[in-house]
């Protein structure tokens, strides 16, 4: 089966400085993995997703995720944190006909002035 | 109206009672999902329905119960629940692209 590992709960960050969240995924084929993201009261919305193109991906608000098969990670970084990105990050990989997702418990982010 | 809509953002239920969730999708999607999302735990996927058709119950209590009368409505019947059900219940619809899920707000459920 597959699954994600997110490496820390939460992640606190000045803004304007770099954001790195952790994914580590395991699969026994090439995965599609995705980013999500969930700010306060309100649904997952999609941040970006690799699916087997380009192994950097960029997203949505300057973010990017980088897949790395040999680390077998998929970390998003964006360059300079604002208030705004305040907010609970999923990483999941896509299983079943990539209709099913798989997501790992989340990095909640802190962005203080 | 657009995007994925459930009702009732929160709800609280004693043990004995029973309600309903609802979601409605106004994206032409042909799959919705039902996920449970608790407190630092994954997102669990529950049940998922294409075309109408459940294509997935992932093992989930029999106190829950799905019904997907057509592609753009969802529900969630609920009876009998125990207070470890208590958690925000989240509805997707899917495009058909790989993994590109469209959540709704979800709805608070608090079982007393």
């Known amino acids: 089966a597959q699954s994600v590992t997110q490496l820390g709960s939460h992640v606190s960050v000045s803004e304007g400085a770099l954001v790195l969240l952790r994914c580590n995924y395991s699969s026994s084929v090439p995965p599609y993995l995705f980013w999500y993201v969930q700010y306060p009261n309100q649904g997952l919305q999609l941040l970006l997703k690799y699916t087997s193109a380009a192994t950097l991906v960029k997203g949505i608000n300057d973010f990017e995720a980088e897949f790395k098969k040999s680390e077998t990670s998929f970390h998003l970084t964006k360059p300079s944190a604002h208030m705004s990105d305040a907010a609970e990050y999923f990483c999941?990989?896509?299983?079943?006909?990539?209709?099913?997702?798989?997501f790992g418990t989340g990095t909640r982010l802190l962005v203080s002035p | 109206e657009t995007g994925v809509t459930q009702t009732p953002r929160h709800l609280v239920m004693g043990m004995t009672n029973k309600k309903s969730l609802k979601c409605e999708q106004h994206l032409g999607h042909n799959a919705m999902y039902w996920y449970k999302q608790s407190a630092k735990k994954p997102l669990e996927l529950m049940f998922v329905?294409?075309?109408?058709?459940?294509?997935e119950n992932n093992s989930v209590p029999s106190r829950f119960s799905p019904e997907c009368p057509n592609s753009s409505h969802l529900f969630l019947h609920l009876h009998t629940l125990q207070p470890e059900d208590s958690a925000l219940y989240l509805c997707?619809?899917?495009?058909?692209?790989?993994?590109?899920?469209?959540f709704g707000e979800g709805s608070r459920l608090t079982v007393l």
């Open positions: 997707a619809s899917g495009s058909g692209s790989p993994g590109e899920l469209f």
């Open positions: 329905y294409n075309f109408k058709e459940q294509t």
């Open positions: 999941a990989v896509g299983e079943g006909g990539f209709q099913k997702l798989v």
